[in-house]
């Protein structure tokens, strides 16, 4: 499970098997978790977060999202 990033105290990451998927990355914190698609960046799932922490993820995602994809390009060989 490749951690890509960590902002105060969410960890993006994306998992080993999730190659055969469009490109996303998975966000957790405490016992909270979410799912973002990255082409075009959009909410998938989220279990916990309130609307006002995915407001902010979604914005951490756009900031850094050249480096999730590039990430996820050099993990999965996309």
């Known amino acids: 499970m490749p951690n890509v990033l960590r902002v105060g105290s969410y960890r993006f990451f994306f998992y080993s ?6 490109k996303h990355i998975h966000v957790e914190c405490d016992d909270r978790i979410a799912k973002f698609w990255l082409k075009p960046v959009r909410l998938q799932h989220s ?11 979604r914005k951490i995602i756009n900031e850094n999202h050249s480096k999730l994809l590039e990430a996820w390009n050099e993990y999965f060989g996309a």
């Not at 098997?17 to 469009?22: I, L, Q, R, V």
Request: hydrophobic residues 25%; without cysteine.
């Open 17 to 22: 098997s999730d190659g055969s998927e469009p």
């Open 47 to 57: 279990i916990g977060f309130n609307t006002t922490e995915i407001s902010k993820l």
